[in-house]
């Protein structure tokens, strides 16, 4: 390993090829045979597009290949859907939170692309669920199979998406939507800003489409409306949930929806 001019360890490096690949001042820096070849800043809502980017320049990826993740994709969404109740209009757990998702991405004033990404995030969300869904399905004890079973569906979910590398940008969402803003969250224990910024939009939305629509031990013996809800994630602001991305939600709610606190 070695060290640029300004004496910074490299995030990795590789010796053969002489590329090295540096964070500095808040920007990612790669760098062949001493030379920048890439610059960009380290902005996790990036990291997306920058991929794309260079595997399509590496030939990584065929003109077939969004249409190839596009299906892959669906796959899942309908065994997750079906997997999940409907409520009176039609509409499950996964799909209410995609909505919301793709709701809040524009009221942050984000692109048409970015908030379809976030929704399809959303819809993936919990795609570890259909191993517990398996387990209840073929257990005689399926309640108590649920409950020694439910921390294992972000793993699950981060295990099925690994199958194809054309969803791995969707892993970080799926295995990291129940860390906590605290480090108490599972499965690893992620603190603060340590958590994908996905999952931490999703933690919250997930929170509020379950509690105002299941009755859940994990939070509560009876459905909330929506204003308790709310008043229940500003109160778990900082604790459970990012306080800026908790404060931007609120606002949302209230604005789209007209929700008063």
Known sequence: MFKDAFNVDPVCDDKDQKISIFEEDNKIIVKKDGR??????????????ILQYYAKKAGLMTPHAKGIEELLRSL??????LTEVEDKNGFSHSQRVAKLAEEFARFLGWSDEQAVDLRNHALLHDVGKIAIEQLMLYSPTRLRTLELHYQDHPTMGAIYLSINELLWQYIPTARNHHERWDGKGFPEGLKGEEIPFYARIMAIIDYYDEVTNFVSADWDSEIKSPSQALNEIK?????????????????????????KL
Request: without cysteine.
């Open 235 to 259: 109160a778990l602001s900082g604790k459970y949930f990012d306080p800026q991305l908790t404060e931007k939600f609120i606002d949302f709610m209230v604005s789209t929806y007209q929700i």
């Open 36 to 49: 920048i070849v890439a610059q960009f800043e380290d902005n996790e809502e990036d990291y997306s597009a």
């Open 76 to 81: 899942f969404v309908n065994i997750i859907i």
